[in-house]
């Protein structure tokens, strides 16, 4: 069963002449099967945490480690990290003109799987999966991301990671910009895959960053972790959201900042 | 039926340089375009070579291209009777036929053209054969209308003249597949009859020897439409100038480019789109690759919006994307505006290499440095290809862009 183990993870963004440090000791550990929640005010380096996991350039990690069923990802590609078993589900998907969406789910399906998926069997899979997140076949002809509105990109993110089906699922304020009726359908692909991959034996892992509660009461989370400035500040269960919705981050902060 | 036939068989050599046909032909006449305005985007027309000098390193128009590698195409190189074949299939409902002599003279400069180069205007004066392609007007023809230029002999320099004319009201998709070795001075007319619906595209895919100073001009009719598409790939120096006029309101223009320069290769298109009638249109978008020691690109857009051009709609793009060390691409888009009367004129430019949150976010999926450039670079054309229209186009161009990415090693 999948375990990610994070030990005093720190990270500094390098920009052109400087580098500033933005995680400063992170610990974590998600277990197959678990759904952990990471709030936090903005700022508080979330995004970070979840760049520097799926291996972004633009960050370089000081000290720490972090391994995956024991392997060292830190030491990994973007790619192979990918092919371990990590997904990142970003907060801004990137348009890539010209590259059909249909294209790049195969690309990268055969690239995870280790070898090109039979023709019919993943035109239905993918059809499926478009079916149960509400998604306009015309999507797959279409550049990957390009002209999706907001929750087109995030569906195609869920969408994307059905199909990879990752040990680890990472989702980057997934929810943010979301209307009701996306998140519910956002959210549900979540859930369903969360089901399957326990059916299958290979329950996900899934690490749920927000800003907000509210997706949390359709992605029921087994722990919430509040983040500041750059750490887990406090861990504990559902009734911990419950607070900061009721309070907003103000305890952790010492300023009030709307949740 | 296909036919081939070897342009310019009737042409002597002594042709070259100044003949005596060319000093009492009408076209000798006409000297200066009379369109208004002066534009500082735009030199003088005239069909006498005298008023064309020529060009050096100094010279606006001139100063991206290495003038050394032209064989003296630019200046006065003389044209001799060639090994170029024009080869095409018949189709029904156009004429396809070499019209030479002085029946091909009375073609030159059809589409209203005179020249505004030395190249071109020596090119008129030598009158080579004219390849007509004919469609009458209100005729829709399907099928495209492909002819195969085929050079054979880079060590002479030849001339060629291609006229591309829809009569009124008349729709029909040509085809223009440049290839083989050549050192060519190529004058490409189109003209767009009033209400016509033209797509054309030029494949320049010539062997690695090939010197070609081209230039294509487009007369759009009133409230015609022309895509006009021109895919570079082959070739030692390309430089195709493309020059727009609109006879009368509501034409509408879709131009799109492709280019891509391996080590040592210099492509350059030069574009001027001469906004005179209101309510037309013009949209460009250019893109090109380049890989390898010493490619070279220049992409020059020049629009002219005059001051009774009310309505106009403009856009024009040109993007580079450099694949290695040691390539430079030249991108300048200018615009002139004189009225404010208008509904959109902008232009953008980019020239970078590959954009690391595509590469990021394709990696991110498992998929491989290597194979996410690969996938980024054929999008990068796709969004042009696509457009084109043309599916055996879209074949031809797509197999040479892998081609292109084999020589890189993607």
């Not at chain 2, 001339?159 to 009201?169: E, N, Y």
């Not at chain 2, 292109?404 to 993607?410: F, K, R």
Request: aromatic share 6%.
């Amino acid at each position: 069963m999948a375990k990610l183990e994070i030990s005093d993870l720190h990270v500094s963004v390098i920009t052109e002449d400087t580098s500033k440090e933005i995680l400063c000791g992170v610990n974590l550990t998600i277990d197959a099967g678990e759904t952990h929640a990471i709030m936090g005010p903005n700022g508080s380096g979330k995004s970070t945490l979840a760049y520097s996991l799926a291996g972004h350039p633009k960050y370089r990690v000081t000290s720490g480690t972090v391994l995956l069923d024991g392997a060292d990802v830190l030491s990994m590609t973007v790619d192979q990290r990918a092919r371990a078993g990590l997904f990142l589900a970003m907060q801004y998907p990137v348009e890539i003109p010209g590259v059909t969406t249909s294209n790049f789910l195969r690309t990268a399906a055969t690239a995870v799987r280790g070898q090109a998926p039979g023709v019919r069997q993943w035109l239905k899979e993918v059809k499926d999966e478009m079916e149960s997140l509400q998604m306009d076949p015309d999507f797959a002809q279409r550049s990957v991301n390009e002209g999706f509105s907001g929750g087109e990109k995030k569906r195609h993110e869920i969408l994307q990671m059905s199909l990879l089906k990752p040990k680890i699922a990472i989702l980057d304020e997934t929810d943010s910009g979301l209307d009701i009726d996306a998140l519910r359908v956002v959210s549900e692909g979540v859930n369903r895959y969360k089901a399957e991959s326990a059916a299958a034996g290979e329950a996900v892992g899934v690490l749920l960053i927000t800003h907000y509660t509210r997706i949390l009461r359709y992605i029921q989370p087994d722990f919430v972790h509040v983040f500041v400035a750059g750490q887990v500040a406090e861990s504990g269960g559902s009734e911990l959201a419950e607070e900061l919705e009721a309070d907003g981050y103000v305890r952790f902060t010492g300023q009030a900042v709307p949740a | 039926m296909t036919t081939t036939q070897i342009l310019n068989p009737t042409a002597g050599p002594t042709l070259g340089g100044p003949n005596g046909l060319a000093a009492h032909s009408h076209v000798g006449g006409r000297t200066v375009r009379t369109s208004g305005v002066a534009s500082h985007l735009h030199p003088v027309a005239s069909s006498d070579v005298a008023d064309h000098p020529v060009p050096t390193s100094k010279s606006e128009l001139w100063k991206f291209a290495p003038l050394r590698r032209l064989r003296g195409l630019h200046a006065d190189a003389e044209f001799t009777v060639g090994a170029l074949t024009a080869t095409w299939d018949a189709i029904d409902g156009v004429d396809v036929r070499v019209v030479s002599g002085a029946a091909g003279r009375a073609l030159k400069g059809a589409s209203d053209y005179l020249p505004t180069d030395r190249v071109t205007a020596r090119l008129m004066e030598y009158n080579p054969d004219t390849l007509l392609i004919d469609v009458p007007a209100d005729s829709t023809i399907t099928e495209p209308v492909v002819v195969t230029i085929d050079g054979a002999d880079a060590s002479i320099a030849e001339a060629a003249h291609v006229l591309i004319r829809l009569g009124d009201h008349a729709t029909a998709t040509v085809v223009l597949k440049e290839q083989g070795s050549a050192t060519v001075a190529h004058l490409v007319e189109i003209l767009a009859g009033d209400g016509a619906n033209l797509n054309m595209a030029t494949i320049a895919d010539w062997a690695a020897d090939t010197v070609q100073l081209a230039h294509h001009h487009i007369s759009v009719g009133r409230d015609a439409k022309v895509k006009h598409s021109l895919l570079t790939f082959g070739g030692d120096v390309v430089r195709t100038a493309v020059d727009v006029d609109y006879r009368g309101p509501g034409g509408d223009l879709e131009m799109l480019g492709l280019y891509f320069a391996d080590a040592g290769q210099y492509l350059e298109h030069r574009i001027f789109i001469d906004h005179t009638p209101p309510n037309c249109r013009s949209e460009v978008l250019y893109k090109g690759a380049l890989q390898g020691d010493h490619a070279r690109t220049a992409w020059v857009g020049d629009v002219l919006i005059r001051a009774m051009a009310e309505g106009t709609d403009s856009y024009e793009m040109n993007r580079n994307l450099l694949l290695t060390d040691g390539a430079r691409a030249d991108s300048v888009p200018n615009l002139e505006i004189e009225t404010g009367e208008i509904i959109k004129a902008a232009h953008a430019s980019a020239t970078g290499r590959y954009d690391d949150d595509h590469l990021f976010y394709l990696q991110s999926r498992g998929i491989t440095p290597e194979m996410a450039k690969r996938l980024v670079v054929r999008g990068f054309f796709h969004e042009v290809l696509n457009k084109v229209g043309i599916s055996s186009v879209i074949d031809h161009i797509s197999d040479t862009v892998e081609r292109e990415l084999a020589i890189s090693g993607m």
